[in-house]
């Protein structure tokens, strides 16, 4: 069993920062990448960001130089939102690939007011 907590989300005016959180727990041997999606009212979930272990970040173009995804040395994975704009509102999801499996987390909300 892989568990996926996610904390930090909330409510933020435009140019604010937020940080995200996500602690993997359980059978978390080989975690291959985590990383963030998110999924706004009526659309499609999409990748945010995403850290291999032992790679690069890889970051969808609408947030590059804006945000900053990390990992710690065991099964976090952080996500530092700057200069947030309103269409950044969505339910932001932790995802791992642990022996090529995909987990999701539960999600958070995060809402950008203008």
């Known amino acids: 069993q892989v568990q996926l907590v996610e904390s930090g989300g909330g409510l933020v005016q435009a140019g604010g920062s937020l940080r995200l959180s996500c602690a993997a727990s359980?059978?978390?041997?080989?975690?291959?990448?985590m990383g963030w999606y998110r999924q706004a009212p009526g659309k499609q979930r999409e990748l945010v960001a995403t850290i291999p272990s032992g790679g690069s970040p890889n970051y969808a173009d609408s947030v590059k130089g804006r945000f900053t995804i990390s990992r710690d040395n065991a099964n976090k994975v952080y996500l530092q939102m700057n200069s947030l704009k309103p269409e950044d509102t969505a339910v932001y999801y932790c995802k791992a690939i642990i022996r090529f499996l995909n987990y999701w987390g539960q999600g958070t909300q995060v809402t950008v007011s203008s």
């Open positions: 359980g059978s978390i041997f080989s975690i291959n990448s």
